[in-house]
């Protein structure tokens, strides 16, 4: 119920940054919002995978993706854009930061990863609710889905050719963020020029 009423808050807030940065700005940089609880099975494997037996407390000690948001976004300049705005807030406690753009995995997994505390107000006391938060492109988003769906067709380890072409997909899709957010900043660039020519 807490991890539950996390989530709630934290779609809330991105709700109403959203409504405020399309107000301010004229532009809304996020696509969509997914969110999701963990299964407790997939909660316990998790722990028993890392040497912790499955008790309510190694739960919440240990797991810090229990919680878990997506946001997607249209550029890359974005991501940290929307990194800024979470961490802005006065009741959000960032606890931890990956950056899988700056360095991706080896297999070529793009995405930026924080791990947040937000208060959950109970009747009784307030309790400090951690949720992952993972920020990344369309394009990011589409490779990633798809890499996650082929890992779970092999019972085994995955044929090194396969992963040499999942590395070249996600250096494509990486490539087409970059081309994608070139020529955003250049329609920008044309609009303000334009409009500067209209008010001389």
């Known amino acids: ?17 959203t409504e405020e940065f399309q107000l301010t700005h004229k532009y809304n940089p996020i696509e969509h919002v997914k969110a999701r609880i963990k299964s407790p099975d997939s909660i316990v494997k998790k722990l028993r995978r890392h040497g912790y037996d499955g008790t309510l ?18 550029f890359t300049s974005d ?13 959000i406690h960032v606890l931890a930061i990956k950056d899988y753009l700056a360095k ?6 793009m995405s930026y990863h924080m791990i947040v505390t937000i208060p959950v107000y109970l009747s009784d006391r307030v309790a ?3 949720v992952e938060i993972q920020i990344r492109t369309i394009a990011m988003d589409f490779w990633a889905s798809l890499e996650h ?15 040499q072409e999942l590395l ?8 087409l963020d970059d081309k994608m957010l070139y020529l955003n900043n250049e329609i ?5 020029e334009s409009a500067a020519d209209s008010e001389a």
Not at 2 to 12: K, S
Not at 58 to 74: E, Q
Not at 168 to 175: D, F, L, M, Q, T
Not at 188 to 192: D, P
């Open 1 to 17: 119920m807490i991890y539950h009423a996390a989530l709630r808050q934290m779609q809330t807030k991105l709700e109403t940054l």
């Open 188 to 192: 920008q660039e044309i609009n303000t």
């Open 168 to 175: 070249e997909c996600s250096k494509i899709a990486a490539n």
């Open 57 to 74: 407390e190694n739960m919440v000690k240990y797991c810090n993706d229990i919680a878990g948001i997506r946001i997607i976004c249209d």
């Open 104 to 109: 991706p995995k080896p297999t070529g997994y």
């Open 128 to 130: 400090d609710t951690k």
């Open 79 to 91: 991501i940290y854009r929307i990194a800024d705005m979470i961490s802005n807030q006065s009741d």
């Open 149 to 163: 769906k082929i890992q779970y067709k092999f019972t085994g380890q995955i044929p090194e050719r396969i992963e």
